[in-house]
């Protein structure tokens, strides 16, 4: 049987066509702050508005080797003690911020009704691995040893998923003052680079490339064989609920998929959803890509109910 093309959303070959058409320069032609400005440029372009929230607050905490920036999310004003969603952003470990990030963020505290705290972790190749992990493990346990929150959701996408498994095992192992309570994945980064599977179907022409996802590895320098870096080589049992969610024609689909996969023969609570006919990055290009609204909907309600709320 003849292979048929996979499906594309209109809104996303739209996107793809736009972003071919505009002809900015891949992944690895330029210096590392050069591609950080190029996203951040389009993702201002390409998101939504950040909206209305009762409390956007920046605010920082202790790192190892400094202050870590934090961003505090939150429909209400006031809260008593409650689960606190904590967020690491997505970007190869080498772009994204607390900007580029902001508006998925408040579209999760709003629909969540829950405080997000999103962590500002230092970024390659000024700061190698495994500079990201320990800063996130930092600032978590900083979070939970302040007295509001009485469990922790850790959530991130692509990278900053990779981030949020990192922290929980950790905290598995050696728990904070507070217990993580789930976890929610867009779109994980969680082994090597193969040219296999998801990988090589979609290596081109997807926004994003097999050669980027090299060049975010070769100035992150993350160590084979540790587990901080590719989380699936370790043992998931007694890890939190978790949720993971995927894009049909993302080179990471099949990382998602393998990691769901490993928590369920581990024995941990898991839901798997995959968004069918969108690309990497859906969740913060919803400007460009409107359907990315609804896949991101049903994330957020999905995390929701994985912790009984």
Not at 182 to 200: D, F, H, I, K, T
């Amino acid at each position: 049987m003849e292979n048929l093309p996979p499906f594309v959303r209109p809104d996303v070959a739209g996107l793809l066509a736009a972003v071919e058409a505009a002809g900015n320069p891949p992944v690895g032609a330029l210096d590392a702050p050069a591609t950080r400005a190029l996203y951040k440029d389009m993702r201002g372009a390409s998101d939504i508005e950040v909206g209305e929230l009762a409390i956007i607050r920046d605010s920082v905490a202790p790192g190892p080797v400094g202050d870590i920036r934090l961003r505090r999310f939150d429909a209400r004003g006031e809260r008593s003690a409650g689960p606190v969603i904590v967020f690491f952003h997505g970007g190869g470990f080498v772009i994204g911020d607390l900007d580029t990030h902001a508006s998925m963020c408040a579209e999760a505290a709003r629909q969540t009704d829950l405080p997000m705290i999103a962590v500002e972790y230092r970024l390659a190749p000024e700061a190698r691995f495994p500079a990201a992990p320990d800063d996130c493990l930092a600032a978590t346990r900083w979070i939970a040893a302040q007295g509001e929150a009485t469990g922790l959701i850790l959530m991130g996408d692509s990278a900053g998923a990779n981030l949020a498994i990192v922290t929980a095992m950790a905290l598995r192992d050696d728990p904070a003052a507070v217990p993580v309570v789930a976890q929610a994945l867009l779109y994980p980064v969680v082994q090597p680079v193969r040219n296999e599977g998801s990988e090589a179907d979609f290596a081109t022409g997807y926004l994003l490339t097999s050669d980027a996802m090299r060049w975010f590895d070769a100035q992150y320098g993350p160590q084979v064989g540790d587990v901080r870096a590719y989380p699936i080589g370790a043992d998931q049992t007694g890890m939190p609920p978790t949720l993971v969610m995927t894009a049909s024609l993302d080179p990471l689909r099949d990382q998602g998929r393998r990691y769901a996969a490993a928590c369920i023969v581990a024995g941990v609570e898991t839901r798997y959803l995959e968004a069918a006919g969108t690309i990497h990055g859906f969740a913060t290009m919803r400007r460009m890509m409107p359907s990315g609204q609804a896949d991101l909907a049903r994330f957020i309600a999905e995390t929701v109910r994985m912790i009984g709320r």
